[in-house]
């Protein structure tokens, strides 16, 4: 008895003594990690093309609730998105707008309006847990789970989807990472 | 009784007065008489005695001398020289038998020559003479003995001979032998011895030796007449004693120390003694036998007297006198009784008049006399007085009637002067209790306005200082406002570079930012690139923590210049504040400079003015004190005014009663 339960101690010793930086580096992936109505989140890299900054999005008449309205990208005119209300999470956004995430998947631009950007984190996507009801009532399909340090890591794919099935006929569900 | 018919009746005071006043003179002038008489009369007796004295004593010396004159012619006579011859034959005849013839013509011749002796002894008073040859001291011839037989001597007598007999041979000149009882009745005998000078020749034949019988000097004494019998003479020898010549009386109670006295210088002493229990005047002389004759003795004659019989005939005088005077005070009293007869009477008439007039009857009526003397013009006086008084007492009673009228208004004028007089010291002791109090005040006053007066100029240096601080006080006071605007200025160029400063953070914070974001994209670009991004994703997480500490340090940046702009809000509020601060102290340090000057300008002459008032109470406190001086005297004043006021109106009050009195008096005249 005695010695199992030391072996097990030695085990945990032995895991804090290793840092999460190494496991990091080692395991996972590479997400940015942003902020938006209070919440974490992190989509992967590989989904963001860049961060801009924008005053306000043009709003244009006619487009759905979730989207604030277009913006121009060194010539290139992209919607932005409201994460909130895309999410279907309860809670008004932000009043301006900071940051915009232009998310590329495939051929598709999508702003995603945000309070702001925290960086790059790697973080291990095949363990995720379930995310907490905080976020609504029923988890949207687009969030994944909830990694370590109480992030929400987003699905590109899902957050596309999302778009396309509450604007229908807007966009067709790419392909899953 | 006597004393008291003195005291009522004149009759009788002048009677005994003259009686008394006679025998007073009489007694006075008798007894003076008595005293001087006495006195003279006892000098008279003295000089009688001294005369007696003088007398006898110049009888015996002149006595003496004759006797002894006579002896010595007698030892120069034939006579001794023949009793000689005569007593050396017969010694011869003893020795040698023979020569029978002039043996008788010897004895005849000493016969006669005895014969001769024995009938002058009588007149020469000689007791016996003996002659002494000067080879043999005991005598040759005795003439007691006579011629017949050989003279014997008892012892005694035949030592002093023997001793005589020496001395004439040795001295050469006639001695004297000391007294000695010879004979009988014990009267002494004197021997005088002569010297017998030879025939031829210096020497000496023999000696003489003649004894005197006393009973001379007993007469010569003894013979009186002067003074009758009361004077007594007397012999006495050198010790005082009786010498048995004269009375023996008069040697009694004599003083041997009186005698040594007389002997001593010779002269005469006069005494008034008790001898015998009666007073008698003695007088005591010497003889001066020793100086005169060469006596081996001396003799002091005494004369005395009985002062009774000398004072006999002044006393007999005196009880005359007396006789008489008592007879001359019997007339003065008679004569008093007649004289005082002649004042009594009309003394008698008048002292009832006077009675009468003294209890107040005037209306008697005394009848004028024709007297001429001093009696008559007093009863003559009388009735003009009497008459004179009735006028003068009408007078007198009208007088003191409108007196006392006039007394009773004085009186009431005096009360009401002194009720006055008081009232009037009253008011002046107040006055005066006043004046001391406004004194007092004065000097207090006087005390305060010095005091105020060094207040005063010490307030006027002080409200100098004030003025001069004032000064200062805006001089600085505008110093301080320029300071402050430099300050206000240099914090408003701070204000506004810390807004420059403000402006430049934004922009770097932008900046950034900006930097923030490339560096998240550069991540993404890195990540995006796989393992080929590492390194840039190495340089973009680089860039990204310099953007965050850019930001930081804006954000602290931010801070600081918020606070500084905080702070420089403030220090700019607080500058406005301290302008306007500064500006009001100004206008009020030109305010306060502006009054101190006031302020000053008042001090000095509130200081002079306080000078002023200190001269001017000074000089009010010597007023005032002049003042309280010259009060003071009128209280005086008025105090002795008071009390004169007082005793005028006691006075005027005795006055009046005195008014009354002689008004009560007067109503007893009846007139």
Redesign the interface.
């Known amino acids: 008895m005695e010695n199992a339960k030391l072996a097990v101690l030695k085990e945990r010793a032995k895991a804090l003594a290793k840092g999460g930086n190494k496991v990091r580096d080692e395991e996972g992936e590479e997400f940015l990690v942003f902020s938006a109505g209070g919440e974490r989140f992190g989509v992967k890299a590989g989904f963001v093309r860049e961060v801009v900054r924008v005053e306000e999005p043009t709003p244009l008449p006619g487009i759905p609730p979730h989207v604030l309205g277009i913006l121009n990208v060194r010539g290139e005119i992209v919607p932005v998105a409201d994460l909130h209300r895309l999410l279907g999470i309860e809670g008004g956004r932000s009043e301006s707008v900071d940051r915009v995430l232009i998310l590329e998947i495939g051929n598709v631009v999508l702003g995603l309006a945000v309070d702001g950007v925290d960086g790059m984190r790697r973080l291990d996507a095949q363990h995720l847990q379930p995310a907490p009801s905080s976020v609504a009532a029923s988890t949207p399909a687009a969030v994944l789970g909830l990694a370590a340090n109480r992030v929400l890591i987003l699905g590109g794919r899902e957050l596309l989807n999302g778009l396309s099935s509450a604007d229908s006929g807007s966009m067709q569900a790419g392909r899953n990472s | 009784m006597i004393l008291g018919r003195l005291q009522k009746s004149l009759t009788w005071r002048m009677a005994v007065s003259f009686g008394v006043l006679v025998t007073a003179a009489l007694v006075l002038s008798g007894a003076v008489n008595w005293i001087y008489a006495e006195r003279d009369v006892r000098e008279e007796a003295f000089r009688t005695l001294s005369v007696v004295s003088d007398f006898h004593r110049d009888r015996l010396e002149s006595y003496f001398a004759e006797r002894l004159r006579a002896f010595r012619m007698l030892a120069e006579s034939r006579d001794v020289h023949d009793i000689l011859g005569w007593a050396a034959r017969r010694a011869a005849l003893e020795n040698v038998e023979g020569e029978e013839a002039n043996w008788n013509s010897y004895v005849l011749l000493a016969t006669k020559a005895h014969e001769r002796f024995v009938s002058k002894a009588s007149n020469l008073d000689l007791a016996d003479l003996l002659i002494l040859a000067p080879d043999h001291p005991s005598p040759v011839y005795s003439m007691r003995s006579g011629v017949k037989s050989v003279p014997e001597l008892n012892e005694g007598t035949s030592k002093s001979v023997e001793s005589l007999w020496a001395e004439v041979l040795r001295e050469r000149r006639a001695v004297w032998g000391r007294p000695a009882p010879h004979g009988s009745g014990g009267r002494p005998s004197l021997i005088v011895a002569i010297p017998i000078k030879a025939v031829k020749g210096e020497g000496l034949a023999g000696v003489l030796l003649a004894v005197l019988n006393t009973g001379a000097l007993d007469d010569i004494i003894s013979r009186d007449g002067y003074l009758g019998e009361t004077v007594d003479a007397g012999l006495v020898d050198e010790k005082g004693r009786f010498s048995g010549i004269g009375d023996e009386e008069a040697s009694r109670a004599l003083d041997p120390k009186l005698v040594a006295e007389v002997l001593g210088d010779g002269k005469q002493v006069r005494e008034l003694t008790e001898a015998g229990g009666r007073p008698v005047l003695r007088m005591v002389a010497p003889l001066g036998l020793a100086k005169t004759f060469g006596a081996p003795f001396d003799w002091v004659l005494v004369v005395q007297t009985d002062e009774a019989a000398a004072m006999a005939r002044i006393r007999a005088l005196g009880i005359r006198f007396a006789g008489l005077g008592i007879l001359m005070a019997m007339g003065a009293c008679v004569l008093g009784v007649f004289l005082s007869r002649s004042l009594v009477g009309p003394l008698r008439s008048l002292e009832a008049a006077v009675r009468e007039v003294g209890r107040g009857n005037l209306n008697i009526s005394i009848e004028a006399t024709d007297r001429q003397d001093e009696v008559g013009g007093l009863i003559n006086s009388f009735h003009l007085m009497v008459q004179s008084l009735r006028d003068q007492t009408h007078e007198i009673l009208e007088g003191v009637n409108t007196l006392a009228a006039s007394m009773s208004e004085i009186s009431a004028t005096a009360a009401q002067l002194a009720a006055s007089s008081t009232e009037t010291a009253t008011a002046v002791s107040q006055i005066s209790t006043t004046a001391e109090e406004v004194r007092q005040t004065a000097q207090l006053a006087q005390q305060r306005a010095d005091d105020v007066s060094k207040d005063a100029s010490r307030m006027t240096q002080t409200s100098e200082e004030g003025r001069y601080v004032t000064r200062e006080a805006i001089q600085g006071l505008q110093r301080i406002r320029k300071e402050m605007d430099f300050v206000a200025e240099n914090v408003m160029r701070l204000s506004e570079q810390s807004q420059n400063i403000g402006d430049i953070i934004e922009t770097v914070r932008d900046l950034a ?2 930097i ?2 490339l ?3 550069a ?2 670009e ?3 690139a796989g393992e080929q991004g590492k390194g840039f ?1 190495v340089v ?2 680089e860039m ?1 923590s310099l953007a965050d500490q850019s930001k930081e340090a804006t954000e602290q940046i931010k801070q600081i210049l918020t606070e500084v702009q905080k702070v420089t809000g403030g220090a700019v509020m607080a500058m406005e504040r301290g302008a306007k601060a500064v500006t009001a102290g100004l206008e009020l340090g030109e305010k306060a400079g502006g009054a101190m000057e006031r302020l000053a300008a008042t001090v000095e002459a509130s200081a002079d003015s306080a000078l002023q008032i200190a001269a001017s109470s000074h000089e009010q406190l010597v007023g005032v004190e002049q003042l309280v001086q010259a009060i003071q005297n009128i209280h005086e004043a008025t105090g002795q005014n008071t009390e004169g006021a007082r005793q005028l109106e006691m006075s005027v009050r005795d006055l009046e009663r005195l008014s009354q009195s002689l008004k009560n008096a007067a109503a007893r005249f009846r007139v």
Do not use: E, G, P, T
Request: proline share 0%; glycine share 0%.
């Open positions: 930012d900006q923030n974001l560096s998240v994209n991540a993404i890195a990540a995006k994703a973009a997480h990204r």
